[in-house]
């Protein structure tokens, strides 16, 4: 099959933080699906890149949402070649995510030549998902309610899975305020920051749950003056890692609980951050789902779960059966050795228009 359509989507530097080239980026996705019939939707953002919603005309029936974002991790002039072989891609966003996207745009292509026209299928591509959709989340939370189903065209799994669960995730930023003193002179005037934070990492550490899949890490540590003065502050940055609610619950309230008996008096904490991206656990309506698909398709899919999270956290958060990993299968995502299976991008075509004609386009 011919890539070069992709190679003009990886020559546009799409880091998150270049707001120019996502949005070119976004133009020339939009050119494309325009050109099956659908209207874009600019949510138009003034740091980032705009995040565009392509919707089809509507009939009775289910409604699907495809969703993948727009943007990539590498600035400019670090990791822009694209290139092949005869079994791979190579480039930034191959596998992550210009690939998916351009896998789901080939599936509705297929569609439309075969149906002379598309409906019930939209697409919603945002622009900072690499950095955490601080901005696109919400968006996406609203509008995925109108849907019955939603399907997300990250990277495939080495053996075609498509993914199931994904943990959730919250940043916490723990500020201390202590009482800086000589360290010599007036030592116990002082109320130490550097030693409540200090405790308090134990404390959040401590918390961890390998058993249930909950990580407590504090991966970032700052604080105090100098060797002869009791520190007068200090800073921690906190990631936390669940794959249920119910976990997620209970690392929060024992961080609350933490929060409201300091171990060092004369020292106070103020808690900033919190839930980035909610979990995405199995559940009834995606086992459903996935039974529907393997229906169609004829054979099983392989699933997975995975550790990283995605915007297929928010959807699922939001009470939308979802599944991901419909992208093409890739490895080296992230670093310069970024590349996707030339044979994933076919079986994905394949099965995604399978999928999305029994679903939607020939179900009345």
């Known amino acids: 099959m011919d890539f070069k359509e992709l190679a003009s989507l990886v020559a546009l530097n799409s880091y998150t933080k270049n707001k120019p080239g996502v949005d070119e980026n976004g133009r020339v996705f939009a050119r494309w699906m325009e050109s099956l019939g659908y209207h874009t939707t ?8 705009d995040h565009l919603h392509f919707t089809a005309p509507k009939q009775d029936g289910r409604k699907v949402l495809l969703l993948g974002h727009l ?6 002039g670090t990791f822009e070649q694209f290139k092949e072989d005869d079994s791979w891609v190579y480039g930034p966003g191959v596998c992550d995510m210009k690939g998916g996207n351009w896998i789901a745009l080939n599936a509705l292509r297929n569609l439309h030549q075969q149906y002379g026209g598309l409906h019930n299928i939209d697409m919603l ?33 080495a053996g075609n899975e498509v993914v199931i669960a994904r943990k959730g995730v919250a940043t916490i930023y723990l500020d201390f305020t202590g009482k800086a003193a000589h360290a010599g002179n007036h030592y116990t005037d002082g109320c130490d920051a550097n030693l409540a934070a200090a405790q308090m990492l134990i404390d959040l ?31 921690l940055v906190i990631e936390f890692r669940f794959t249920c609610g119910s976990e997620r619950d209970r690392v929060l309230a024992a961080i609350d609980q933490l ?13 900033s951050g919190g839930l ?49 990993g419909f992208g093409p299968f890739g490895d080296g995502d992230h670093t310069i050795h970024e590349r996707a299976s030339k044979a994933s991008f076919e079986q994905r075509i394949r099965e995604v228009t399978t999928i999305l004609s029994g679903m939607v386009m020939s179900a009345q």
Do not use: W
Request: glycine content about 10%.
């Open 42 to 49: 600019h949510y138009r953002r003034n740091q980032i890149g």
């Open 71 to 76: 943007d990539t991790v590498f600035p400019a």
């Open 125 to 157: 591509l945002v622009s900072d998902e690499e950095t955490g959709s601080d901005d696109s989340k919400h968006l996406t939370a609203e509008l995925v309610k109108a849907y019955d189903t939603c399907l997300v065209f990250e990277a495939a799994g």
């Open 205 to 235: 550490t401590s918390l961890t749950n390998l058993e249930l899949g909950t990580t407590v890490n504090v991966g970032k540590m700052s604080g105090g003056i100098g060797a002869n003065t009791v520190s007068p502050h200090a800073h």
């Open 259 to 271: 929060l409201s008996k300091p171990s060092v008096e004369g020292v106070s904490v103020k808690m």
């Open 276 to 324: 980035q991206r909610d979990v995405m656990e199995s559940s009834p309506g995606q086992q459903q789902l996935l039974d529907e698909i393997e229906g169609l398709l004829g054979y099983a899919l392989p699933v997975e779960k995975r550790g990283g999270v995605s915007d297929a956290n928010v959807a699922s958060s939001a009470g939308v059966p979802t599944l991901d």
